[in-house]
Structure formats: C-alpha cells, structure tokens
C-alpha cells in the first residue's frame, strides 16, 4: 500500500507556481530584476535537465522494476530465496556455500531495489516540483 501512495503523490502532485499562489492569496507580486546572461545561461540548462528528468524518472523506475523479474527468469536463486531453500534442501546447492549467505542475498537484492525505487520517486517528485 505504502508503494501507491508514492505513486499517487509521483504521478498526481502538481506544481504551485507563484501565480497561481497569488491568484489564490489575492496577492500580486510584482518583481522587476536584471538577469546577468551567465544566469540566463544557468536558468537553461537547469530547464533543459528539468525537462529530461520528467522522462528519465519514469524511464528508470520502469527499469529498477523490471530488474527483479529480468533476474528471475536468468537466475532465480538471485531473487527468490524460496528457490535457494528448495535447492539447499534438495542439494542442488553447493554445501560449502553459507547457508545464511545464500537466504540473504535475494532479500538483500529486493531490499536494494526498493530503495532505490523510493528515493528515485522522491527525486522525481523534488524535482517535477521544482
């Protein structure tokens, strides 16, 4: 559940842009400054990455998600400890491996790749709201 509240809050959440805030308020702000040309420079390339990052987040976190059933079907004592319990107790399994080694390292794989598809979300979200 907690996986579609983020996802709720990635792909619903929309920006406030000063206007619309002061639209809201009744406030009018009024502003009037010189922009040096290196700002100008600054302000496009960080519009030029603001706009890739609202392909990119979504290209990545699609990747990040595929990874785990990618594995799955190369190699599934990778990242379903299920198969490395079934494969110890059948024998398929070296016995000189750890035993705890090898329970953990597909729950440490799946825990690897949720975070990282947490803080991509996140990132994504700071930086759509940017």
Not at 50 to 55: L, T
Not at 75 to 98: K, M, Y
Not at 106 to 111: D, G, S
Not at 113 to 130: A, D, G, K, R, S
Request: proline share 6%; with cysteine.
């Amino acid at each position: 559940m907690p996986g579609f509240l983020l996802c709720s809050v990635l792909f619903y959440s929309k920006p406030i842009s000063l206007k619309s805030a002061a639209k809201s308020t009744g406030n009018i702000y009024k502003v009037n400054m010189k922009i040096k040309p290196k700002q100008k420079t600054f302000l496009g390339k960080r519009g030029r990455v603001i706009r890739a990052c609202r392909y990119a987040g979504p290209v990545t976190l699609i990747a990040i998600i595929l990874l785990p059933l990618i594995l799955h079907a190369i190699a599934p004592q990778l990242v379903n400890p299920f198969e490395v319990v079934s494969g110890l107790q059948s024998g398929t399994l070296e016995q000189s491996s750890l035993v705890m080694m090898a329970i953990l390292l597909p729950v440490l794989l799946l825990f690897v790749c949720l975070v990282l598809i947490i803080v991509i979300c996140f990132v994504y979200v700071t930086i759509f709201n940017e």
